[in-house]
Protein backbone atom coordinates (compact mmCIF):
# COMPACT_ATOMS: atom_id res chain seq x y z
CA UNK A 1 0.00 0.00 0.00
CA UNK A 2 1.56 3.11 -1.09
CA UNK A 3 0.49 6.44 0.83
CA UNK A 4 -1.14 8.06 -2.36
CA UNK A 5 -4.84 8.75 -3.21
CA UNK A 6 -6.81 7.56 -6.19
CA UNK A 7 -10.15 8.62 -7.26
CA UNK A 8 -12.30 8.20 -10.33
CA UNK A 9 -15.90 8.46 -11.02
CA UNK A 10 -18.38 6.98 -13.55
CA UNK A 11 -21.43 8.48 -14.70
CA UNK A 12 -24.74 6.63 -14.10
CA UNK A 13 -25.72 7.62 -17.73
CA UNK A 14 -27.15 4.07 -18.34
CA UNK A 15 -26.72 0.20 -17.48
CA UNK A 16 -23.02 -0.94 -16.92
CA UNK A 17 -21.75 -3.58 -19.72
CA UNK A 18 -18.76 -5.37 -20.03
CA UNK A 19 -16.93 -2.68 -21.75
CA UNK A 20 -17.06 -0.75 -18.60
CA UNK A 21 -15.76 -3.78 -16.67
CA UNK A 22 -13.04 -4.91 -18.80
CA UNK A 23 -12.52 -0.65 -19.36
CA UNK A 24 -12.38 0.27 -16.08
CA UNK A 25 -14.07 -1.78 -13.09
CA UNK A 26 -11.33 -4.56 -13.09
CA UNK A 27 -8.73 -2.04 -12.98
CA UNK A 28 -10.26 -0.21 -10.12
CA UNK A 29 -10.21 -3.25 -8.59
CA UNK A 30 -6.56 -3.53 -8.58
CA UNK A 31 -6.39 -0.56 -7.56
CA UNK A 32 -7.76 -1.28 -4.39
CA UNK A 33 -4.94 -3.15 -3.07
CA UNK A 34 -2.05 -0.48 -3.64
CA UNK A 35 -3.45 2.62 -3.03
CA UNK A 36 -6.02 4.86 -0.78
CA UNK A 37 -9.26 4.37 -3.05
CA UNK A 38 -12.21 6.98 -3.59
CA UNK A 39 -15.01 5.80 -6.36
CA UNK A 40 -17.89 7.91 -6.95
CA UNK A 41 -20.89 8.09 -8.93
CA UNK A 42 -21.06 11.00 -10.87
CA UNK A 43 -24.74 11.45 -10.55
CA UNK A 44 -24.40 15.17 -11.38
CA UNK A 45 -22.30 14.88 -14.41
CA UNK A 46 -24.61 12.40 -15.79
CA UNK A 47 -27.11 15.46 -15.43
CA UNK A 48 -25.31 17.58 -17.34
CA UNK A 49 -26.54 15.62 -20.31
CA UNK A 50 -29.40 14.24 -19.23
CA UNK A 51 -30.99 17.23 -17.14
CA UNK A 52 -34.37 16.40 -19.66
CA UNK A 53 -34.81 13.21 -18.01
CA UNK A 54 -33.88 12.15 -15.18
CA UNK A 55 -36.51 9.22 -14.86
CA UNK A 56 -34.28 6.64 -14.83
CA UNK A 57 -31.43 8.17 -12.39
CA UNK A 58 -31.72 6.29 -9.72
CA UNK A 59 -32.21 3.04 -11.78
CA UNK A 60 -28.76 3.60 -13.35
CA UNK A 61 -27.27 4.79 -10.10
CA UNK A 62 -28.46 1.25 -8.45
CA UNK A 63 -27.11 -0.54 -11.02
CA UNK A 64 -23.68 1.15 -11.07
CA UNK A 65 -23.56 0.34 -7.30
CA UNK A 66 -24.77 -3.11 -7.70
CA UNK A 67 -21.99 -3.80 -10.64
CA UNK A 68 -19.14 -1.93 -8.58
CA UNK A 69 -19.81 -4.51 -5.66
CA UNK A 70 -20.26 -7.55 -8.40
CA UNK A 71 -17.12 -6.61 -9.81
CA UNK A 72 -15.12 -6.62 -6.85
CA UNK A 73 -14.70 -3.06 -5.60
CA UNK A 74 -15.01 -3.84 -1.76
CA UNK A 75 -16.50 -1.31 0.67
CA UNK A 76 -13.53 -2.67 3.45
CA UNK A 77 -11.18 -1.01 1.26
CA UNK A 78 -12.55 1.88 -0.97
CA UNK A 79 -14.27 4.71 -0.22
CA UNK A 80 -17.45 4.44 -2.15
CA UNK A 81 -20.33 7.06 -2.49
CA UNK A 82 -22.67 9.08 -4.98
CA UNK A 83 -21.69 12.69 -5.69
CA UNK A 84 -24.87 14.29 -4.72
CA UNK A 85 -25.33 13.67 -1.32
CA UNK A 86 -21.62 15.29 -0.23
CA UNK A 87 -22.85 18.45 -1.31
CA UNK A 88 -19.70 20.09 -0.49
CA UNK A 89 -18.70 18.81 -4.67
CA UNK A 90 -20.92 21.85 -5.18
CA UNK A 91 -19.49 24.78 -3.46
CA UNK A 92 -16.19 23.61 -4.52
CA UNK A 93 -17.86 23.82 -8.17
CA UNK A 94 -18.58 26.74 -7.62
CA UNK A 95 -15.89 28.78 -6.17
CA UNK A 96 -13.64 27.08 -8.39
CA UNK A 97 -15.68 28.35 -11.27
CA UNK A 98 -14.62 31.78 -10.36
CA UNK A 99 -10.89 31.20 -11.44
CA UNK A 100 -11.85 29.67 -14.52
CA UNK A 101 -11.06 31.02 -18.06
CA UNK A 102 -14.01 30.32 -20.77
CA UNK A 103 -11.37 30.25 -23.20
CA UNK A 104 -10.05 26.74 -21.28
CA UNK A 105 -13.77 25.38 -21.10
CA UNK A 106 -14.53 26.17 -24.86
CA UNK A 107 -11.33 24.30 -25.88
CA UNK A 108 -11.85 20.98 -24.55
CA UNK A 109 -12.51 18.71 -27.21
CA UNK A 110 -15.08 17.07 -25.71
CA UNK A 111 -17.18 20.07 -25.15
CA UNK A 112 -18.12 20.65 -28.82
CA UNK A 113 -17.62 17.22 -30.18
CA UNK A 114 -20.41 16.40 -28.11
CA UNK A 115 -22.90 19.05 -28.68
CA UNK A 116 -22.44 17.82 -32.29
CA UNK A 117 -22.66 14.05 -31.52
CA UNK A 118 -25.31 14.36 -29.21
CA UNK A 119 -28.34 15.69 -31.55
CA UNK A 120 -31.43 15.14 -29.38
CA UNK A 121 -30.54 17.44 -26.65
CA UNK A 122 -29.37 21.01 -26.09
CA UNK A 123 -26.11 21.17 -24.75
CA UNK A 124 -25.72 24.63 -25.11
CA UNK A 125 -25.90 24.94 -21.15
CA UNK A 126 -23.87 26.42 -18.70
CA UNK A 127 -23.81 22.94 -16.78
CA UNK A 128 -22.11 21.30 -19.33
CA UNK A 129 -20.12 24.16 -20.01
CA UNK A 130 -18.77 23.54 -16.41
CA UNK A 131 -18.10 20.14 -16.49
CA UNK A 132 -14.94 19.93 -16.46
CA UNK A 133 -15.03 22.41 -13.54
CA UNK A 134 -17.04 19.87 -11.72
CA UNK A 135 -14.82 17.06 -12.71
CA UNK A 136 -11.95 19.11 -10.89
CA UNK A 137 -14.02 19.63 -7.89
CA UNK A 138 -14.79 16.15 -7.49
CA UNK A 139 -10.49 15.23 -7.57
CA UNK A 140 -9.34 18.17 -5.87
CA UNK A 141 -11.84 17.53 -2.59
CA UNK A 142 -10.39 14.21 -1.95
CA UNK A 143 -6.48 15.82 -2.77
CA UNK A 144 -6.16 12.22 -5.04
CA UNK A 145 -2.65 11.97 -6.46
CA UNK A 146 -3.98 9.44 -9.00
CA UNK A 147 -6.18 9.45 -11.37
CA UNK A 148 -7.18 6.18 -13.21
CA UNK A 149 -8.72 7.23 -16.72
CA UNK A 150 -8.92 6.26 -20.33
CA UNK A 151 -7.36 8.08 -23.11
CA UNK A 152 -10.56 10.00 -23.78
CA UNK A 153 -10.09 11.49 -20.64
CA UNK A 154 -6.61 13.61 -20.80
CA UNK A 155 -8.05 16.32 -21.13
CA UNK A 156 -10.13 16.83 -18.74
CA UNK A 157 -7.50 16.20 -16.54
CA UNK A 158 -5.13 18.64 -18.21
CA UNK A 159 -7.98 21.34 -16.89
CA UNK A 160 -8.07 20.13 -13.21
CA UNK A 161 -4.16 20.44 -13.03
CA UNK A 162 -4.50 23.76 -14.44
CA UNK A 163 -7.42 24.65 -12.52
CA UNK A 164 -5.32 23.73 -9.83
CA UNK A 165 -2.39 25.60 -10.39
CA UNK A 166 -4.42 28.62 -10.67
CA UNK A 167 -6.38 28.07 -7.34
CA UNK A 168 -2.53 27.83 -5.71
CA UNK A 169 -0.82 30.41 -7.55
CA UNK A 170 -4.49 32.58 -6.17
CA UNK A 171 -4.64 31.86 -2.73
CA UNK A 172 -1.70 29.45 -1.35
CA UNK A 173 -0.88 25.88 -1.64
CA UNK A 174 -3.61 23.93 -1.00
CA UNK A 175 -4.37 20.86 -3.47
CA UNK A 176 -1.90 19.06 -4.97
CA UNK A 177 -1.29 18.49 -8.55
CA UNK A 178 -3.45 15.27 -9.72
CA UNK A 179 -1.91 12.47 -12.31
CA UNK A 180 -3.25 10.45 -14.06
CA UNK A 181 -3.09 6.69 -14.39
CA UNK A 182 -3.38 5.95 -17.92
CA UNK A 183 -3.70 2.20 -18.56
CA UNK A 184 -4.85 1.95 -22.44
CA UNK A 185 -7.63 -0.61 -22.39
CA UNK A 186 -8.51 -2.54 -25.62
CA UNK A 187 -11.44 -0.79 -26.74
CA UNK A 188 -14.55 -3.65 -26.56
CA UNK A 189 -16.46 -3.43 -29.45
CA UNK A 190 -19.96 -4.40 -29.39
CA UNK A 191 -21.90 -7.22 -30.84
CA UNK A 192 -22.36 -4.86 -34.10
CA UNK A 193 -18.83 -4.43 -33.91
CA UNK A 194 -18.85 -1.01 -33.45
CA UNK A 195 -17.58 0.73 -30.07
CA UNK A 196 -20.28 -0.87 -27.22
CA UNK A 197 -22.06 1.57 -26.46
CA UNK A 198 -25.75 2.41 -25.07
CA UNK A 199 -26.23 4.84 -27.79
CA UNK A 200 -25.93 2.22 -30.49
CA UNK A 201 -27.83 -0.65 -28.70
CA UNK A 202 -25.22 -3.17 -28.91
CA UNK A 203 -23.90 -3.89 -25.60
CA UNK A 204 -23.33 -7.21 -23.30
CA UNK A 205 -24.84 -5.89 -20.02
CA UNK A 206 -23.66 -7.11 -16.70
CA UNK A 207 -27.55 -7.36 -15.97
CA UNK A 208 -28.35 -9.25 -18.60
CA UNK A 209 -29.07 -12.94 -17.81
CA UNK A 210 -27.16 -15.76 -19.33
CA UNK A 211 -30.28 -16.59 -21.92
CA UNK A 212 -29.55 -12.88 -22.81
CA UNK A 213 -26.00 -13.04 -23.68
CA UNK A 214 -26.49 -16.13 -25.39
CA UNK A 215 -28.79 -15.18 -27.66
CA UNK A 216 -26.74 -11.41 -28.54
CA UNK A 217 -23.82 -13.54 -29.61
CA UNK A 218 -25.69 -16.16 -31.24
CA UNK A 219 -27.05 -13.56 -33.14
CA UNK A 220 -24.07 -11.68 -34.11
CA UNK A 221 -23.36 -10.95 -37.88
CA UNK A 222 -19.94 -12.70 -39.02
CA UNK A 223 -17.95 -12.16 -41.64
CA UNK A 224 -20.55 -11.10 -44.47
CA UNK A 225 -18.28 -12.66 -47.16
CA UNK A 226 -18.98 -16.17 -45.37
CA UNK A 227 -22.19 -17.16 -46.62
CA UNK A 228 -22.38 -21.09 -46.32
CA UNK A 229 -20.46 -23.34 -43.60
CA UNK A 230 -18.07 -24.55 -46.48
CA UNK A 231 -17.12 -20.95 -47.22
CA UNK A 232 -13.83 -20.00 -45.81
CA UNK A 233 -13.76 -16.89 -43.79
CA UNK A 234 -12.06 -14.16 -42.57
CA UNK A 235 -11.96 -13.39 -39.27
CA UNK A 236 -10.90 -9.79 -39.39
CA UNK A 237 -13.86 -9.15 -40.74
CA UNK A 238 -15.85 -10.99 -37.90
CA UNK A 239 -17.25 -8.81 -34.54
CA UNK A 240 -17.00 -11.79 -33.22
CA UNK A 241 -13.42 -12.11 -33.65
CA UNK A 242 -13.30 -9.04 -32.37
CA UNK A 243 -14.80 -10.35 -29.37
CA UNK A 244 -12.41 -13.00 -29.00
CA UNK A 245 -9.57 -10.67 -29.27
CA UNK A 246 -10.81 -9.60 -25.63
CA UNK A 247 -12.30 -12.02 -23.83
CA UNK A 248 -10.21 -15.50 -25.50
CA UNK A 249 -6.78 -16.93 -24.75
CA UNK A 250 -4.34 -16.55 -27.37
CA UNK A 251 -4.60 -20.23 -28.44
CA UNK A 252 -8.06 -20.11 -28.76
CA UNK A 253 -7.68 -16.98 -30.88
CA UNK A 254 -5.34 -18.84 -33.11
CA UNK A 255 -7.69 -21.87 -33.66
CA UNK A 256 -10.50 -20.26 -34.00
CA UNK A 257 -9.08 -18.45 -36.58
CA UNK A 258 -7.32 -20.91 -38.49
CA UNK A 259 -10.85 -22.70 -37.86
CA UNK A 260 -12.58 -19.64 -39.67
CA UNK A 261 -10.16 -19.18 -42.57
CA UNK A 262 -10.33 -23.02 -43.52
CA UNK A 263 -13.78 -23.12 -42.84
CA UNK A 264 -12.88 -26.15 -40.64
CA UNK A 265 -15.20 -25.02 -38.18
CA UNK A 266 -18.55 -23.15 -38.75
CA UNK A 267 -19.32 -19.52 -37.05
CA UNK A 268 -21.72 -21.62 -34.11
CA UNK A 269 -18.50 -23.46 -33.20
CA UNK A 270 -16.79 -19.93 -32.57
CA UNK A 271 -18.95 -18.54 -30.90
CA UNK A 272 -19.74 -21.24 -28.56
CA UNK A 273 -16.03 -20.73 -27.50
CA UNK A 274 -16.81 -16.77 -26.85
CA UNK A 275 -19.67 -17.93 -25.01
CA UNK A 276 -18.32 -20.11 -22.71
CA UNK A 277 -15.70 -17.21 -22.13
CA UNK A 278 -17.83 -14.48 -21.30
CA UNK A 279 -19.74 -16.68 -18.88
CA UNK A 280 -16.67 -17.51 -17.24
CA UNK A 281 -15.85 -13.66 -16.57
CA UNK A 282 -19.70 -13.03 -16.08
CA UNK A 283 -20.85 -15.90 -13.49
CA UNK A 284 -18.73 -15.00 -10.57
CA UNK A 285 -20.42 -10.96 -11.18
CA UNK A 286 -24.18 -13.02 -11.48
CA UNK A 287 -23.74 -14.45 -8.70
CA UNK A 288 -22.57 -11.67 -6.28
CA UNK A 289 -25.51 -9.73 -8.00
CA UNK A 290 -27.88 -12.12 -6.92
CA UNK A 291 -26.93 -11.82 -3.57
CA UNK A 292 -26.49 -8.01 -3.37
CA UNK A 293 -30.44 -7.97 -5.03
CA UNK A 294 -31.52 -9.95 -2.25
CA UNK A 295 -30.11 -7.72 0.61
CA UNK A 296 -31.34 -4.23 -0.89
CA UNK A 297 -30.54 -2.48 2.71
CA UNK A 298 -26.44 -3.72 2.28
CA UNK A 299 -26.38 -1.35 -0.68
CA UNK A 300 -27.96 1.55 1.21
CA UNK A 301 -25.66 1.35 4.34
CA UNK A 302 -22.29 0.80 2.10
CA UNK A 303 -23.01 3.87 0.42
CA UNK A 304 -24.07 5.76 3.81
CA UNK A 305 -20.81 4.53 5.38
CA UNK A 306 -18.93 5.53 2.30
CA UNK A 307 -20.55 9.13 2.45
CA UNK A 308 -19.74 9.56 6.06
CA UNK A 309 -16.30 8.84 5.08
CA UNK A 310 -16.41 10.91 1.64
CA UNK A 311 -17.72 14.01 3.73
CA UNK A 312 -15.10 13.78 6.43
CA UNK A 313 -12.15 14.72 4.13
CA UNK A 314 -14.68 16.97 1.87
CA UNK A 315 -15.23 19.51 5.19
CA UNK A 316 -11.58 18.97 6.21
CA UNK A 317 -10.78 20.37 2.63
CA UNK A 318 -13.48 23.14 2.10
CA UNK A 319 -12.68 24.71 5.50
CA UNK A 320 -9.14 25.01 4.12
CA UNK A 321 -10.35 26.48 0.82
CA UNK A 322 -12.39 29.02 2.82
CA UNK A 323 -9.77 30.01 5.09
CA UNK A 324 -7.55 29.86 1.85
CA UNK A 325 -10.06 32.44 0.00
CA UNK A 326 -10.62 34.39 3.03
CA UNK A 327 -14.33 33.21 3.79
CA UNK A 328 -14.90 32.94 7.26
N1 LIG B 1 -15.69 12.49 -16.88
C1 LIG B 1 -15.56 11.15 -16.41
C2 LIG B 1 -16.07 10.19 -17.48
O1 LIG B 1 -16.99 10.50 -18.19
C3 LIG B 1 -16.34 10.91 -15.14
C4 LIG B 1 -15.79 11.67 -13.95
C5 LIG B 1 -16.40 12.63 -13.23
C6 LIG B 1 -14.51 11.45 -13.38
N2 LIG B 1 -15.63 13.04 -12.23
C7 LIG B 1 -14.45 12.35 -12.26
C8 LIG B 1 -13.43 10.60 -13.66
C9 LIG B 1 -13.31 12.42 -11.48
C10 LIG B 1 -12.30 10.67 -12.87
C11 LIG B 1 -12.23 11.58 -11.78
O2 LIG B 1 -15.56 9.11 -17.57
Known amino acids: MSGKRVLSGMQPSGYLHVGNLVGALQNWVRLQDKYECFYVVVDWHALTTQYSDPSRLQDYIKDMLVNWLAAGIEPEKSTIFIQSHVPEHAELHLLLSMIVPLGWLERVPAYKEKQQEVKDKDLRTY ?9 ASDILMYKADLVPVGGDQMAHLEISREICRRFNHFYGNVFPEPEELLTE ?19 IYLSDSPAEVEQKVKTMVTDPQRVKRTDPGDP ?50 WDRRKDLLEKPGLIDDIIN ?12 TMNMVRESIGLK
Not at 127 to 135: A, R, T
Not at 185 to 190: D, H, R, T
Open 305 to 316: EGTKKAKKVAGS
Open 236 to 285: DLSPVFQLHRIFSTKEEQAEVAEGCRTAGIGCIDCKKVLIKNLFSILEPI
Open 127 to 135: GFLGYPVLQ
Open 185 to 203: FPKVPGVDGRKMSKSYDNC
